[in-house]
């Protein structure tokens, strides 16, 4: 697993991939952290991670949708299939170099608050801390900044998987946004209501199965500064089956 992992980790930066991932996503969230918070003199963070949720559904399939397409288009594939490494290995070698590149971008990103910070701590010394709490809310901070860790896991697990089945990488990144996006969107459409404030999906059935799906309502947990076990078993349940349905779809090629 450890070589898969070293060579994909490798590959991102030998390929421009991995340079446009980071570049797009740092000035990015400079620029939405920037317009979300300091110019609008406001110390909640809440829309700057949200919109970074959103984001990350777009680009995150950047890291995904070359996994397994680029072994096929490379004729690489059965080499690596009759490689001396389980399929196991492999799949959870490359999710996890995946993961290490969206990890170190998020760390880096972090830069962003500490002018919100500096700011918050001037304001202070001018301000009666007792009465007054001036700044952002650390523990909401470190919530959502958790919660976008775990929603970012789940879908690179996505993209894996559509990777796996897609027939070149332009398909598997169109796909894997689509799903992305339909996970953000299910929560949205399950609360949609009428112009009479009337709920849009009546069935209780059919609101039941949405708001299972919805990996908002679980991020929303941690983005209020809470953790919660049972989101937390969600989401890291979401990149198991995902990762799980990748190893079986490699399977049956081996021995097909």
Known sequence: MFAIYRKELRSFFINPIGYIYCGVFLVFAALCCCYTTIINKSYSTSTYFTTMLYAFAVLLPLLTMRSFAEERKMKTEQLLLTSPVTITGMVFGKFLAAMTIYVGS??????????????????????????????????????????????????????IL???????????????????????????????????????????????VFNWVSVLDRYAVFASGQFDLAAFIYFASIAFVFLFLTIRVYEKRRWS
């Open 162 to 208: 559509i990777s796996s089945m897609a027939e070149n990488q332009l398909s598997a990144a169109v796909i894997t946004i689509a799903v992305n996006l339909g996970l953000l969107l299910v929560n949205i459409i399950n609360n949609a209501t009428d112009s009479d404030g009337e709920q849009l999906i009546t069935s209780y059935p059919v609101r039941f």
């Open 106 to 159: 998020m760390v880096l990103s972090l830069i962003n608050l500490i002018p919100i910070y500096v700011l918050g701590a001037e304001e202070r010394g001018a301000a009666d801390y007792l009465t007054a709490h001036i700044g952002p809310y650390t523990p909401q901070v470190l919530g959502q900044f958790f919660g976008l860790l775990l929603l970012g896991a789940a879908f690179l697990a996505v993209g």
